[in-house]
């Protein structure tokens, strides 16, 4: 079983940046899918962004151009750089480790808040 650690929310202001960090418990190196997905309140959880064990990335358009997904397998750490936030980017963010339909796993979420 994987661990996964969120960390780096906060509050910041329109246009600001943030960086999120996915700590893993064990190696990500294997896990085939890592996610960010966010919830705002009253809203269902979404997708943001994905990166593949090859380090192919993909996002959902209203963030692409201003959030970057990385991974680094040395440090079983995912990340989600977030430039340029809006306040409908107000959100928890969650990330996830998918190995195949019947097993991945969830982090416990890290509250974003964008707000002037």
């Known amino acids: 079983q994987v661990q996964l650690v969120e960390s780096g929310g906060g509050l910041v202001q329109p246009g600001g940046s943030l960086r999120l960090s996915c700590a893993a418990s064990?190696?990500?190196?294997?896990?085939?899918?890592m996610g960010w997905y966010r919830q705002a309140p009253g809203k269902q959880r979404e997708w943001v962004a994905s990166i593949t064990s090859r380090g192919s990335t993909t996002y959902e358009k209203t963030v692409k151009g201003r959030f970057t997904i990385s991974r680094d397998n040395a440090k079983d750490t995912m990340y989600l750089q977030m430039n340029s936030l809006k306040p409908e980017d107000t959100a928890v963010y969650y990330c996830?480790?998918?190995?195949?339909?019947?097993?991945?796993?969830w982090g416990q979420g890290t509250q974003v808040t964008v707000s002037s």
């Open positions: 996830n480790a998918y190995y195949s339909s019947s097993r991945q796993y």
């Open positions: 064990g190696s990500i190196f294997s896990i085939n899918i």
